[in-house]
């Protein structure tokens, strides 16, 4: 079941990455691997620098769309080079 959840929350935040930086979709699987890839991120880097957005599915949609957010940014940046 935590499989499934993980999968949802990915593919909402990917998603939601892929609406904020217009233009860089990458279809449904595309979307999952960038939410999940951008959660990964969210987690490595936000308690370094000192944020946090507790507990729950709502917190884990948003720090999950953060890191998307700043994956398909980076993402952006190396496609121009």
């Known amino acids: 079941m935590g499989i499934i959840i993980m999968l949802i ?7 939601l ?3 904020i930086v217009t233009g860089y ?3 449904l699987v595309g979307n999952i691997v ?4 951008g959660a990964i991120i969210a987690g490595f880097l936000f308690p ?5 957005f507790g507990g ?3 917190a884990a949609i948003i720090h999950a769309t953060l890191g998307a ?4 940014f980076l993402i ?3 496609k121009r080079v």
């Open 9 to 15: 929350i990915g593919a909402i935040a990917g998603w």
């Open 17 to 19: 990455a892929g609406q």
């Open 25 to 27: 979709g990458f279809g």
């Open 34 to 37: 960038i939410g999940i890839l």
């Open 48 to 52: 370094r620098i000192g944020l946090g």
């Open 56 to 58: 729950g599915t709502l």
């Open 69 to 72: 957010v700043i994956l398909l």
């Open 76 to 78: 952006r940046l190396v």
